[in-house]
C-alpha cells in the first residue's frame, strides 16, 4: 500500500515538472502593436537652445560719463558747495578746488573771474554746471574745430600719422586701437614698429594687428627707427594704404637728443613724399597732470603736434587737464580713452567731454 502511494506522488511530479518545461518552450505572445501616431509626432524634434539674454552695451556717453566720474567727484562736484553763500570767501574756496585739478594758474584766475561776474546766473548746482559747461566750451570749441574729422582719408593715399609720447603714457596701445577702428571700417592699414628698441613692444603691436587684421612693418632689434619709419611710409604709397601709422619709442621730453632722433624721423618721412607725415599726435596720460602739460610744450617744439589723445581718463582727478593743454598750445585733442577695449577710445567731442566732466545731464 505505501508503496503503491509513493508511486503515485512520483508520477504526479514528473506530469508536472514536464508540464512546466513545455510551457516554458511555448513562442512567446507576440507584442501589442502600437497605437497609430500622426506623422508629425514621429519627426526628430530639434534640442531646445536656451536663448542667452543680450548683451548690455554702454553707450560711449555713459562710458565717458562713468571714466571722469573721479574728476567730476573730487573737483567739479565740489564747486556747488564752496559757492553757496554769496560771500567772497566762497570763491577763494573754489579756486583751491581748482587747482587741484591741475589747471594752468590763468585759467583758473580767468574760471573764477567768470564766476563772480555771472554770480546772479546760478542759485543751485545744477544752474552752476551750466554756467562751468559753457566756459570750458568757450576755451575748447575754437581749437577743436580745426579737426572737425581727425581719421579723414587724405586725398593722395596715404594719410601718415606719426604717434609719439613717453613710456607708459599707452601710446602702443593707442595704436592699436586706431588700426582696429580704421580696419573695421574697410581701410587698408600698415602700422610702423619704429620702437626697434623695445621688443616687446613690437610684439605687443604686432598682436593689435593681427587682431584688428592691418598689416605690420617691422625689422631687428636695434634697427634705426628712421629707417623703419621710412621703409613704412614707402611700402604703404606703393601698396596703396588708406592710411599708415607710425609708431615712435617712448621719449622723456627732457632728453634734447631723444627728442632730435625724433624731429630725424619725422624729416625722413617727408623724402618719401611732400606733406609726410601729415599729422602728428601725442599720446598723453591723464594722470600726469601738470607734468602732462610740460611734456606736450616739449613734443610741439621739437615736432610742432596736430593733435593729442588724452588717455587713462577714467583713473584720475586730474582729466580737467586738458582743457589747459589745448588753450596754451592751441592743438585740439582729436581721441580720448577712458578704458582698455576698443570702444574705449572715442574722437573727442567738447560737448560731450564738458557734460560728462561737470556732470550736466542736460544738452547746452
Known sequence: MEFEILIGLGVAIVTAVGAFWLKSKKSPPAPIPPKAVSHSQTEPVAPVTPVKAPVETKKWTQRLSEGLSRARLDVWGKLAAALGSAEDSSFEA?????????????????????LKRRRGDFN???????????????????????????????????????????????KTTTIGKLAAKLAGEGNKVLVGACDTFRAAAVDQLQVWCDRAGAE??????GADPSGVAYDTVARAVKEGHDFCLVDTAGRLHTATGLMDELAKTKRVMSKVGEGFPHEVWLVIDAITGQNALKQ??????????T??????????????????????????????????????????????????????????
Open 94 to 114: 573754489a579756486e583751491e578746488i581748482l587747482y587741484t585739478a591741475d589747471l594752468p594758474p590763468q585759467l583758473v584766475a580767468d574760471l573764477i573771474q567768470e
Open 307 to 364: 593733435g593729442l589723445v588724452f588717455t587713462k581718463c577714467d583713473g584720475s582727478a586730474k582729466a580737467g587737464s586738458a582743457v589747459g593743454i589745448v588753450q596754451q598750445l592751441q592743438v585740439p585733442i582729436t581721441y580720448i580713452g577712458v578704458g582698455e577695449t576698443v570702444e574705449d577710445l572715442q574722437p573727442f567731442v567738447v560737448k560731450e567731454y564738458v557734460e560728462a566732466l561737470v556732470g550736466l545731464e542736460k544738452s547746452l
Open 124 to 170: 543751485d548746482e545744477a544752474s552752476l554746471k551750466t554756467v562751468l559747461a559753457q566756459f570750458l566750451s568757450s576755451r575748447l570749441d575754437p581749437v577743436q574745430k580745426i579737426h572737425a574729422n581727425p581719421l579723414e582719408r587724405s586725398e593722395k593715399k596715404p594719410k601718415v600719422i606719426m604717434i609719439v609720447g613717453v613710456n607708459g603714457a599707452g
Open 296 to 305: 606736450a610744450q616739449e613734443f610741439h617744439k621739437a615736432l610742432g603736434l
Open 216 to 221: 605690420m612693418v617691422r625689422a631687428k632689434d
